[in-house]
């Protein structure tokens, strides 16, 4: 069965620091990643995804993550983290149609 | 582009009494999730709609969730009879299909339910 886990319930990176968010999948052939994220109040917006290509891809408000085949990873990270990103994360898997969601990482990001 | 659209916002109803949620995705999106997510939790699809037919509802709860998309566009979701367990924020979510593969999902601001 295809799934998603995100180890940490919650991340807390002090402003100016870089942030690491992370996700581990189980996916039978080709894993479509994605990364959403969750402002209060919101619904959930598309931040980045891997299909194939590049292990590293780049997404909205300088987010980027990186596709490790090995480990079966997909590591959010941002080089130098805001007060706005504070938010909740959420790693996806797209296959078979469908989208399996992670549970969710609280990320705070301390001024 | 306007975006899924979703109402009502908010909405508290006593248990046992019924709720209908609208949802209306970005025009040309074929595909259409409802998920429901409880406090503290990842998003629980409930319902994939593909067109106006029904892709997955393996999860949603047939004794008192149902859900339709007429004519492939809009789509409700009603819960009838309510528990307290259904308080949640239901999401709705629109995707395209390119070349066979599914792109993003584009979520609404969902509906938060609380079951009193």
């Known amino acids: 069965a295809q799934s998603v886990a995100q180890p940490e319930d919650q991340v807390n990176v002090a402003e100016g620091n870089p942030l690491t968010v992370k996700c581990t999948y189980s996916?039978?052939?080709?894993?479509?990643l994605f990364w959403y994220v969750q402002y209060p109040n919101r619904g959930l917006q598309f931040l980045l995804k891997?299909?194939?290509?590049?292990?590293l891809v780049k997404g909205s408000y300088g987010f980027e993550a990186e596709f490790n085949k090995s480990q079966t990873s997909f590591h959010l990270k941002k080089p130098s983290a805001l007060v706005s990103d504070s938010a909740l994360y959420f790693c996806?898997?797209?296959?078979?149609?469908?989208?399996?969601f992670g549970k969710g990482t609280r990320l705070h990001i301390l001024p | 582009e306007a975006g899924v659209a979703q109402s009502p916002r908010y909405k508290i109803i006593e248990k046992r009494q019924s709720v209908a949620f609208w949802c209306n995705p970005i025009?040309?999106?074929?595909?259409l999730y409802w998920y429901q997510q409880i406090l503290g939790q990842g998003p629980k699809l409930l319902i994939q709609?593909?067109?106006?037919?029904?892709?997955?509802d393996s999860q949603l709860p047939k004794d008192r969730f149902s859900a339709e998309r007429l004519k492939g566009v809009d789509s409700t979701l009603k819960i009838q009879p309510a528990k307290l367990e259904d308080s949640a924020v239901y999401l709705c979510?629109?995707?395209?299909?390119?070349?066979?593969?599914?792109?993003?999902?584009?979520f609404g601001q969902g509906t938060r339910l609380t079951v009193v």
């Open positions: 979510a629109s995707s395209l299909v390119v070349r066979g593969m599914f792109t993003e999902a584009f």
């Open positions: 996806a898997v797209h296959r078979d149609d469908k989208i399996i």
């Open positions: 996916v039978s052939g080709n894993p479509y």
């Open positions: 025009s040309g999106h074929a595909t």
């Open positions: 709609f593909q067109n106006n037919g029904v892709v997955d």
């Open positions: 891997y299909i194939t290509g590049d292990n």
